[in-house]
Each structure stands twice: as C-alpha cells, then as structure tokens.
C-alpha cells in the first residue's frame, strides 16, 4: 500500500520530493505519463481519460491515495474522477480509495483562507487591489480555475494567467538553462505588459515549473513572494491524513517511478534537480 503521484511526466517530482521530506516512512509510486506529456494542449476528455487510465494504474499498483501532481489535470478532471469514477473504484478494488489536486492547496496558500470559505458579497468598492500572476499551460489557463476560485474567496485580489505554451515540455525534455531562460523571461514580460505592472505575487501553475523556479526568481522584482505548490500540497496533505486514518499508506520507506513512455535515466535537468541520477521503469 503506498501513496501514489501522478503527472504527466517529470513536473510532479516537486512535489514528490517534498511529500517524501514530509512522510519519509511511507511507501510512494510515482508515475509519470510521458509517452502522451504535456497535457496542456490537449482537449478536456482526452486529459480526463488519460488521467483516469493512470490512477487506475496507481490504483493497481497498490496505490490507496494518489496525488494529481499536475495542474491541467487537476483543473481539468478531478471533479470529473471524483464524482463518477472514484466510488465505483473504491467497490472495485475493495479499500478505501482516492484521488487529490494540487490547486485546492495552492488556492488556500494563494488568498490565506480555507476552501470552504466564501466571502460575503456586499457591493462595496475595493480601495486596494492586489494582483496575482499564474503561470500555466493553455488548458489551465482556458479552465480559468485560478480567476474563478480565488475570486470567490478574495475580491481584493486580482488573478491574471499567463499561459506558457511548450515550456513544460522544454523541461521534460531537458532544454539547456540559456534556452528556458529566454522563454520564462519572456513570459513574465508578456504578463507585466498585460497588468500594466508586475504581480505582488505569482504562483507557478505547473508542477514542471517548480524545477525552473530561480528562472521565475530572477524575472520577477526582487522579493516578489512566488507560492510554491510543493509545500503548500504537502501542508494539506498532512491534514488530510489527520482526518482520514483509514487509509493504509505503507511503512517501508519505498520508493517507486514508473513511466509511461521510455524507461530508463532522465535528463540531466531532472537529476539537477532531484540531487541524484533518476531511472524509471516501464509502468
């Protein structure tokens, strides 16, 4: 029994590596999805049953929680697996089962409040608005889910997604740091143009782009608070599991990556980031 992290290929390690700083006694399967990354431009039903064939993987591999470290998926088809397919997954395996996102977290991070909360519209002007840059795949930038849900929550906040087309796959492809340079400037430049000024903070909407966040550092002003999903998915995590002790997560210690696509070593970017050379094995 483990717990189970899925993505469309290595962006997820972000928050991998922090879930297993966070819980370094429990069994984790990663899996990522590289034969059909990224997910970002493809279409809503495509992304939902290329999601769903990799829980069920998860599911099989012994998997009884499984993360959606991926943002396009999240926004895309968790509602969708949590509605319909979960329950008949939960009586088809016989244990309890389930599968999270990661933007619930990052929204609660983002406006300092929790998902249930919504605030109470009274018609008044908001003197001060501060805004919120997300930088994000197509899809999730189509899905509006970062503009929608933090406007719920906070009307003095302002959310503006710049969508970055291909740059996801220019880190799972290992791009050298001159190149994703080049593109993560330009990004945070077409935003600024866009708001008419930098963002007061920026969250980094894709998991892949955890790997290049001194790249988005270094764009933005000096001390520009950046929310990290890794750390604030690990936080809700952990009281998640506080309320939910029926779920077995392993106690081992295991530790493994399986991949859709070519197995084996991967790139020099990953294993930057990850510390350690990172083989995976066919899924």
Known sequence: MAIG???????????????????????????ADQANAPYGGRGGEEIVELTRAGCERLFEAGANVIVLACNTASAIALRRLQQSWVPEARARHGRPVNVLGIIVPTIEAATGLPWAYEAERRGEKIEAIDVTGVF????TAHSRVYEIEIDKRREDLAV???PCPGLAGLIELGAPAEELKVVVDDHVDA?????????????LGCTHYEIVADLFAAA???????IHQPTAVADALDRYFQRHPEYDLGGQGRRDFLTSGKAGPQSDLVSQFWGAPLTFTPA
């Open 5 to 31: 992290v899925f993505d469309s290929g290595v962006g997820g390690l972000t928050v991998h590596r922090e879930l297993t700083r966070r819980f370094p006694e429990r069994d984790f399967i990663y899996l």
């Open 160 to 162: 503006f997604s710049e």
């Open 220 to 226: 933005l002003p000096p001390g520009t608070p950046v």
């Open 136 to 139: 994000c795949t197509a899809a």
């Open 191 to 203: 935003l600024r143009r866009r708001i008419g000024r930098h963002p007061d903070q920026a969250i």
